[in-house]
């Protein structure tokens, strides 16, 4: 029987470990958390905050992922959304999921990203 979500992963290219922490840790506010040696080897790097854990896996043939994205609950969207955009990523709002504020954003790797929150 399934229980929860553990993680999802997303990929990465090479050498691009730097510019994740600093959107993950610096932008979303996420907290790295340390590999097992024998997975930190292979590149990479994995973020949580809270329940939230993301993990961010070396892919030596990159492409983004354009359609497939997590969707990130957040709490005040408007404040996150103008945070995000203070911090160069780019906001594209959507109002096609009754019942929610959402938006789309991209790591710098170019993962797509959803930030939702259930209106009030």
């Not at 990465?12 to 506010?29: H, K, Q, T, W």
């Not at 497939?68 to 594209?92: D, N, Q, S, W, Y």
Request: hydrophobic share 45%; proline share 9%.
């Amino acid at each position: 029987m399934l229980a929860a979500v553990d993680h999802v992963q997303l990929a990465a290219p090479p050498g691009s470990e730097d510019a994740l922490r600093a959107f993950y840790a610096g932008v979303l506010g996420m907290a790295e958390t340390p590999k097992p040696p024998v997975l930190a080897a292979r590149g990479g790097c994995w973020f949580a905050l809270g329940p939230v854990r993301l993990h961010l896996g070396v892919e030596e043939d990159f492409r983004p992922a354009r359609k497939a994205h997590p969707g990130l609950r957040v709490t005040g969207i408007e404040a996150f959304a103008r945070r995000l955009e203070a911090r160069g990523a780019a906001v594209v709002w959507d109002d096609h999921l009754p019942g929610h504020r959402r938006f789309y954003s991209e790591d710098p790797v170019g993962n797509r990203l959803e930030f939702l929150e259930p209106d009030a």
